[in-house]
T-cell receptor
Framework: EAQVTQNPRYLITVTGKKLTVTCSQN?????MSWYRQDPGLGLRQIYY???????DKGDVPEGYKVSRKEKRNFPLILESPSPNQTSLYFC????????????FGQGTRLTVV | KQEVTQIPAALSVPEGENLVLNCSFT??????LQWFRQDPGKGLTSLLL?????REQTSGRLNASLDKSSGRSTLYIAASQPGDSATYLC??????????????FGKGTRLSVIA
């Protein structure tokens, strides 16, 4: 089954403790990205990747890192999480940037205390 | 900068009614427009993708139209059912100054279909 898989689905952590949210797609998609969803603000792009080893900042990149060493994986790294990073996170992929359908993972609800 | 607006923010209808959800966007230079459904605490499920060269797309009881020149899209749901209750999100895809093609989302319409 074609899908985008995120892990974990739920995570509670403490301020400053490094964490990684994994994202994997099995559709051989080139374009992958991360979004966060917050009440009243909607979904905003954090980082994106056009292909392997090609990543760049989206609208709200502060406090996050990503890597794209393999085509299928695009982990989101929070080196020192803070409470303002409490949010619902989504990973998305599409075959090519722009013109093709985007598929989303099930989301990761992160709480930083 | 692209802005996407969805009206209404919330809608409650009795089962069986036909309904229309509206989406407007400020920059008509888009690649495509995609409608999603989001259930509480869940991910986004893609409903329909309309390419910029298309006027509409249909899938089952759903029909989405696109008028790029006026910056508008509508999602028509026929014969609504309680299982259609969810938040519906509209997203447009364009190109920003760096060549990125992010989805720019509206804040959604929360639909409740009452049995």
């Amino acid at each position: 089954e074609a899908q985008v898989t995120q892990n974990p689905r739920y995570l509670i952590t403490v301020t400053g403790k490094k964490l990684t949210v994994t994202c994997s797609q099995n559709m051989n998609h080139e374009y992958m990205s991360w979004y966060r969803q917050d009440p009243g603000l909607g979904l905003r792009q954090i980082y994106y990747s056009m292909n392997v080893e090609v990543t760049d900042k989206g609208d709200v990149p502060e406090g996050y890192k990503v890597s794209r060493k393999e085509k299928r994986n695009f982990p989101l790294i929070l080196e020192s999480p803070s409470p303002n990073q409490t949010s619902l996170y989504f990973c998305a992929s599409s075959l090519f940037a722009g013109r093709t359908e985007a598929f989303f993972g099930q989301g990761t609800r992160l709480t930083v205390v | 900068k692209q802005e996407v607006t969805q009206i209404p923010a919330a809608l409650s209808v009795p089962e069986g009614e036909n309904l229309v959800l509206n989406c407007s966007f400020t920059d008509s230079a888009i690649y495509n427009l995609q409608w999603f459904r989001q259930d509480p605490g869940k991910g986004l499920t893609s409903l329909l993708l309309i390419q910029s060269s298309q006027r509409e797309q249909t899938s089952g009881r759903l029909n989405a139209s696109l008028d790029k020149s006026s910056g508008r899209s509508t999602l028509y749901i026929a014969a609504s059912q309680p299982g259609d209750s969810a938040t519906y999100l509209c997203a447009v895809i364009g190109v920003d100054n760096s060549g990125n093609t992010p989805l720019v989302f509206g804040k959604g319409t929360r639909l409740s279909v009452i049995a």
